[in-house]
């Protein structure tokens, strides 16, 4: 059985900067470095995965970083506001469908 640590440092090494940057993995005094290293590493691998995906970005938060130099910790909590970590109760569930079963 493998280790819940070997998993946790195999889930950062493979995650994208996107995604390491929303766990708070890296430190946002580093996004350029890091996002640098993320640019280097696409271009070594010679995939057919388009950059912004291969960064974690979607192709509108690419844009806002790369033409518009919008910062990168904008964008992040951006990203955070919009996708707002809930778990959902059993509750929740049932009053919903309740509600849509009329």
């Given at each position: 059985m493998v280790?819940?640590?070997?998993?946790?440092?195999y889930n950062l090494i493979m995650a994208n900067f996107m995604k390491k940057a929303m766990a708070g993995k890296i430190d946002p005094k580093n996004y350029d470095e890091e996002i640098e290293a993320?640019?280097?590493?696409?271009?070594?691998?010679?995939?057919?995965?388009?950059?912004?995906e291969h960064i974690g970005m979607t192709w509108e938060e690419w844009g806002d970083w790369f033409a518009f130099s919008k910062p990168m910790e904008m964008i992040i909590a951006e990203r955070k506001s919009k996708n707002p970590k809930r778990k959902i109760r059993k509750s929740d569930k049932s009053e919903r469908v309740a509600a849509h079963m009329g």
């Open positions: 280790a819940k640590v070997e998993v946790e440092l993320a640019i280097e590493n696409w271009a070594s691998i010679g995939t057919s995965e388009h950059l912004h």
